[in-house]
């Protein structure tokens, strides 16, 4: 199977090629731990760097997601403590890690970015180099949550320069995949 651009790769392709890197949008929901655990498994097997990476900023869902504001209006911050939210989602990230895989891996580099602005943008914007590889959860569920939410797979899917594996929730490890 040929890896094209921004196209979805199916979640056992991933390991025939050698990644430069490992990119992983993280957030707690089901998909997000599978995410995360998928893409540490398969660092670990090619022996390469995994880029964890929680994007928060205001009006952002708390379980992660796209900010839409399709009404015009702009949100009024009256006050920001910029630490506070970004130490939220360094939270999110160790909590996730703890759930997905016991903790941050001591055998891989690891590097936890906890970057502002929407998570699908940041995400793409991250994964630009040659040998970058983009892991997404995703939440299935509800069509009309998913719009409500926006999709941050379905966003990278269609806009990132490098290859994209998105993770259902609840699904079951198969004979490709790496633990």
């Known amino acids: 199977m040929s890896l094209s651009l921004a196209q979805p790769i199916r979640q056992d392709a991933a390991p025939g090629r050698e990644w430069g890197r490992v990119i992983v ?3 707690d929901s089901p998909g997000g731990v599978a995410a995360l655990r998928w893409a540490v498994g398969l660092a670990r097997s090619q022996e390469t760097q995994v880029v964890a990476v929680r994007a928060w900023a205001l009006g952002l869902p708390e379980h992660g997601g796209r900010r839409h504001r399709r009404d015009g ?3 009024v911050v009256l006050v920001f403590r910029g ?3 970004r130490e ?3 939270q999110v990230v ?4 703890r759930a997905a ?3 941050v891996p001591r055998d891989l580099a ?3 970015e906890t970057p502002e602005g929407d998570p699908g943008a940041v995400l793409t914007d991250l994964a630009t180099k040659p040998g970058d590889l983009l892991v997404v959860g995703s939440r299935g569920g509800h069509a009309l949550k998913r719009l409500m939410h926006g999709s941050v797979s379905r966003y990278c899917s269609k806009r990132s320069g490098c290859p994209v594996v998105v993770i259902r929730p609840g699904r079951q490890p198969g004979a490709g995949d790496h633990q």
């Open 94 to 97: 160790r909590r996730t890690f």
């Open 101 to 103: 895989t016991g903790g």
């Open 110 to 112: 690891v590097r936890i």
């Open 83 to 85: 630490a506070e939210r």
């Open 73 to 75: 209006h702009h949100h």
């Open 88 to 90: 939220a989602a360094a």
């Open 25 to 27: 949008g993280v957030d």
